[in-house]
């Protein structure tokens, strides 16, 4: 099946830095990418969605300033948390809908960040 | 109120019992439906899709009743492995077309 890889897999960070976290899909072109939120019990909660090529559409309440998104290829998307802090404290998870394979995603391993 | 609504559970079951886990979805835009299991601080993985006339995949049975906006997931002759997060997860047929999870219902399956 296809493969999507999150990298890193965990960060551990220091309040008021930056953290990148990389969704790649590696055997097949994603034309969407999308990246949710997880806190601990809670479920999967979307905060944007990054079409290759333009700007991403972001959820209700989440600051588009504070979670960049960068979807530059049809293989990566980048999500930047500028400023972090402890509540941005989460389980982030991207997924990508292949091009050829109509309404299916393919979730990434997830990333762990926990801000200090 | 929540777009798609689980019992949180957890459901403490003995192996072999069955299990039968409902949800329902408020959009009636919703067009796709599944079942993800989520083990823990894992991603989610796609379980299986549910179609209006009922399908299943070896011990897991997946209903859709559309009028009433109700899908369940039926596992039989449960196993130790089958300890997971189950979440109910719906698309819709306009507009973005990310999926919406339910908050999951946790399932323990004891020994």
């Known amino acids: 099946g296809a493969v999507v890889s999150q990298h890193p897999s965990w960060v551990i960070c220091k309040s008021g830095t930056s953290v990148k976290i990389e969704c790649r899909s590696l055997?097949?072109?994603?034309?969407?990418m999308f990246w949710y939120r997880q806190f601990p019990k809670q479920s999967l909660m979307l905060m944007a969605t990054s079409n290759e090529g333009s700007k991403a559409t972001y959820e209700q309440g989440v600051e588009k300033d504070k979670f960049l998104i960068n979807h530059a290829s049809l293989t990566l998307s980048t999500l930047t948390v500028t400023s972090a802090h402890p509540e941005d404290s989460s389980f982030y998870i991207c997924?990508?809908?292949?091009?050829?394979?109509?309404?299916?995603?393919?979730f990434g391993p997830g990333t762990r960040l926990t801000v200090l | 109120r929540k777009e798609v609504e689980q019992d949180p559970g957890p459901f403490n079951v003995p192996e072999g019992a069955t299990v039968a886990f409902n949800c329902t979805y408020s959009n009636s835009a919703s067009q796709s439906f599944f079942w993800y299991r989520q083990d823990c601080r894992k991603e989610p993985k796609l379980l299986m899709s549910v179609y209006s006339s009922g399908n299943e995949d070896g011990r897991f049975t997946a209903q859709l009743n559309r009028a009433s906006q109700y899908i369940s997931l039926l596992i039989r002759d449960s196993k130790l492995s089958d300890s997971a997060t189950y979440l109910c997860?719906?698309?819709?047929?306009?507009?973005?077309?990310?999926?919406?999870f339910g908050s999951g219902t946790r399932l323990q399956v004891q020994p």
């Open positions: 997860v719906v698309k819709r047929s306009t507009g973005r077309r990310a999926l919406t």
């Open positions: 055997d097949f072109q994603a034309t969407t």
């Open positions: 997924s990508a809908r292949a091009m050829m394979i109509a309404d299916t995603q393919y």
